[in-house]
């Protein structure tokens, strides 16, 4: 028996899947296929991005500048840490840098940089690699959130404090007519930046 997240995309290929517990908002599934045993899957629909919203992680080509001696330590986590990049916890014994990053695009009081961890060896930019599915990074979930969302002037209108579904759906409100252009995601209690929130583009 494994205990995994799966993508709902993933069901619709799956043949016998059976719902043997249904409880709002987590279902629990059981899928049973000839060459496998039963796989365990706990999903939270609440959890899914909506398509027309981007969940960005930072690029891959890190600004050189951030990446100094002066704001950038490379070391080894005795524990898993989060990749900002890849959005993936790293695995324990791999190699990161952690750094102060600046996920802003413009100037306003606001304006501040953040400390963030990478894989040292690279990584792929979340969003570009298959496993990459609909829904909030694993990394993000369980976790306080700090949601703050700007206007198109870069000024801070709106701030909240939230956890997974609740986050995702201020996310929402934010967006749609709440007077934000984009959100900037936090851990709340580290300060680490998690993630930018933005309306996505026709070409994207
Ligand atoms: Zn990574």
């Known amino acids: 028996m494994t205990i995994a997240h799966i993508s709902p995309n993933l069901l619709t290929s799956l043949e016998q899947l059976r719902i043997i517990t249904t409880q709002t908002p987590i279902l629990q599934l059981s899928i049973e296929t000839q060459s496998q045993s039963p796989i365990f899957a706990m999903l939270d629909e609440s959890l ?29 986590p005795t524990v898993s840490v989060p990749c900002r990049r890849c959005l993936h916890d790293t ?27 990478v894989h040292a060896d690279g990584c792929h930019e979340y969003g570009t690699a298959p496993e990459d599915d609909d829904t909030m990074p694993l990394q993000q979930r369980s976790k306080l959130l700090s949601i703050r969302g700007f206007d198109q ?29 984009y959100i900037h995601i936090h851990y709340a209690r580290y300060g680490c930046f998690a993630v930018k929130v933005e309306r996505r583009r026709a070409e994207e």
């Open 91 to 117: 695995v324990q014994g791999q190699e990161v840098i952690l750094l102060s990053y600046d996920p802003f695009f413009g100037d306003s009081p606001y304006r501040s940089r953040s400390p963030i961890f």
């Open 48 to 76: 899914t991005i909506p398509t027309w919203m981007k969940w960005k992680a930072i690029p891959v080509t890190l600004d050189p500048y951030f990446a100094s001696a002066a704001t950038s330590r490379r070391l080894t």
């Open 153 to 181: 002037q870069n000024m801070m209108v709106r701030a909240e404090l939230l956890e997974d579904a609740k986050a995702l759906q201020m996310c929402e409100e934010m967006l749609m007519g709440g007077g934000c252009e």
